[in-house]
């Protein structure tokens, strides 16, 4: 356990920036660059990523992995994990160019967001477990789609205009990229539609119980809720007008989601939610149950036994409930 909590953001941040460079070097200037340094590098850096989110996951107090650092960190993994994955069967595409940046923008914005697990009663753990792994893969969709619909427009500008391929920069065919275009659009708008209804159901059980309530206008709530609403109408548009399923077409939906998705995540940073409120109200109620909880042990021995156990009784509740 002490090795692990040695393993710091940073060590994986400079894996994969190293693997971008590398990438850069051998499009531009290094031609004759082996694949097999890029996935090394890749490889250690995405085995310090694993180690990091497992010791994030059992030093955690409460629900491993349920803040919003480990959101994006989470995300910028299965980015990770995409990318190294194709880079296995396409060598010498110069896929880390599309996707390594967007790795690192994740890190860099995890950077800047809480790291206090998101507040949530014990009757909507689940739901909140489901409405985190949707979105999450719904994000992760969405990118990869970003991705592949990036490459597909300049493959096909490079066709149109007879362009040589530039030293290693090669990319993958038009047709693999269409494929992925069009399953990207599908699969994203199933991940981020059940993310999205499984925190309608989560919000309306938190107004039930009248415990960690966010109001329906919440930055939060109607940011998601234009963002499927854009993936629905993109995978209608697609399914209904047949010559959106292939070509450019097909690759600008792609571009315009991960936009949408760009805008989100910016409205959740800047804007103000009732998340962050929640999240400074259980530190301060869990700091001053540390201070209840200590002050009824420095008491001294009371011969009515009975003065104690209702001294240590609400503590006792108080942990169970937050538990």
């Given at each position: 356990m002490l090795f692990l909590s040695r393993i710091?953001?940073?060590?994986?941040?400079?894996?994969?920036?190293?693997?971008?460079l590398l990438e850069i070097a051998r499009a531009v200037l290094w031609r004759n660059l082996r694949p097999v340094f890029i996935l090394g590098v890749?490889?250690?850096?995405?085995?310090?990523?694993?180690?990091?989110?497992?010791?994030?996951?059992?030093?955690?107090?409460?629900?491993?992995?349920?803040?919003?650092f480990d959101w994006y960190v989470l995300g910028a993994w299965g980015l990770a994990v995409v990318y190294f994955y194709w880079s296995?069967?396409?060598?010498?595409?110069?896929?880390?160019?599309?996707?390594?940046?967007?790795?690192?923008?994740?890190?860099?914005?995890?950077?800047?967001?809480?790291?206090?697990?998101?507040?949530q009663s014990r009757a909507g753990q689940i739901w909140g477990s489901i409405h985190g792994v949707f979105l999450l893969l719904g994000l992760v969709a969405v990118a990869m789609g970003f991705v592949a619909g990036l490459m597909y427009l300049i493959q096909s500008h490079r066709l149109k205009n007879k362009l040589t391929t530039a030293g290693s920069m090669r990319l993958p065919s038009l047709e693999w990229l269409e494929r992925v275009n069009?399953?990207?659009?599908?699969?994203?708008?199933?991940?981020?539609?059940?993310?999205?209804?499984?925190?309608?159901?989560?919000?309306?059980?938190?107004?039930?119980?009248k415990i960690d309530e966010v109001p329906w206008t919440d930055p939060?709530?109607?940011?998601?809720?234009?963002m499927f609403a854009w993936l629905l109408a993109a995978a209608i548009f697609s399914m209904l007008y047949r010559p959106a399923r292939s070509g450019r077409k097909v690759a600008y939906l792609t571009v315009a989601s991960f936009a949408f998705l760009a805008v989100a995540l910016g409205l959740r940073l800047l804007?103000?939610?009732?998340?962050?409120?929640?999240?400074?109200k259980q530190k301060t109620e869990s700091r001053n149950l540390k201070?209840?909880?200590?002050?009824?042990?420095?008491?001294?021995?009371?011969p009515t036994a009975l003065r104690s156990v209702f001294c240590l009784l609400p503590s006792a509740l108080s942990l169970e409930i937050l538990r």
């Open positions: 710091f953001v940073f060590c994986f941040a400079a894996s994969y920036s190293l693997a971008l890749t490889a250690a850096g995405l085995l310090a990523h694993t180690l990091y989110l497992v010791n994030r996951a059992i030093a955690a107090d409460s629900t491993p992995l349920s803040s919003a296995c069967h396409y060598r010498n595409s110069a896929l880390g160019l599309f996707v390594l940046p967007l790795v690192l923008g994740l890190i860099g914005l995890a950077k800047f967001a809480s790291r206090e697990p998101f507040p069009s399953r990207a659009i599908l699969i994203s708008v199933l991940m981020v539609g059940a993310g999205f209804a499984s925190g309608i159901v989560l919000n309306m059980v938190s107004h039930r119980s939060v709530i109607w940011s998601t809720s234009l804007l103000p939610s009732e998340h962050t409120a929640m999240i400074e201070v209840e909880w200590v002050a009824c042990e420095a008491q001294p021995p009371n």
